[in-house]
T-cell receptor
């Protein structure tokens, strides 16, 4: 399958600081990437859809000014958690869409555990 | 009612047994069905992908889809301790985003 690289895998930051998470498609070009959040023992919650060269589309209830998404190239999307607070502590996972229609599949990065102190 | 229902488990089986997982859904527009495996603190890994009713086999894994009953299953034969993980079903309608089940935690005991 396609390889999606996510970095860092673990980050600890102080409250009020910003954290950037990178998501790269290593062996393919991804015009569309997705960012998810996952709380312990829960399923994935879609935060936003990242489209190369255009603004991200955020799901209802997700603050776009707090979770800044940039998809400046066909292989890189970044999520920046601005002015992080302890309640932002979570597991963040990116994914990239490969193929279209019947052949469309979603491949995931390895995730980033964010802990805000 | 959630669009996709999945028993959270945990489902505990002895090594070598068959693991049986399933999801039910309510949206008849769902056409594409996936099973992902997720180890703790890792991203989900795509195991199986189907888009029609019937069975699909890949190694020790068999995925079944019954659109008339809105029911999908994943079977893992000859289960190994390394199969211990959370299994997520996911599905989508044409052109739409994926909807995930809540995940079933599986424990395979040696």
């Amino acid at each position: 399958g396609a390889v999606v690289s996510q970095h860092p895998s673990w980050v600890i930051c102080k409250s009020g600081t910003s954290v950037k998470i990178e998501c790269r498609s290593l062996d393919f070009q991804a015009t569309t990437m997705f960012w998810y959040r996952q709380f312990p023992k829960q399923s994935l919650m879609l935060m936003a859809t990242s489209n190369e060269g255009s603004k991200a589309t955020y799901e209802q209830g997700v603050e776009k000014d707090k979770f800044l998404i940039n998809h400046a190239s066909l292989t890189l999307s970044t999520l920046t958690v601005t002015s992080a607070h302890p309640e932002d502590s979570s597991f963040y996972i990116c994914s990239a869409r490969v193929g279209r229609g019947v052949d469309e599949k979603l491949f995931f990065g390895s995730g980033t555990q964010l802990s805000v102190l | 009612q959630k669009e996709v229902e999945q028993d959270p488990g945990p489902l505990s089986v002895p090594e070598g047994a068959i693991v049986s997982l399933n999801c039910t859904y309510s949206n008849s527009a769902f056409q594409y069905f996936m099973w992902y495996r997720q180890y703790s603190r890792k991203g989900p890994e795509l195991l199986m992908y189907t888009y029609s009713s019937g069975n699909k086999e890949d190694g020790r894994f068999t995925a079944q889809v019954d659109k008339s009953s809105k029911y999908i299953s994943l079977f893992i034969r000859d289960s190994q301790p390394s199969d211990s993980a959370t299994y997520l079903c996911a599905m989508r309608a044409a052109g739409n985003k994926l909807t995930f089940g809540g995940g079933t935690r599986v424990l395979v005991k040696p």
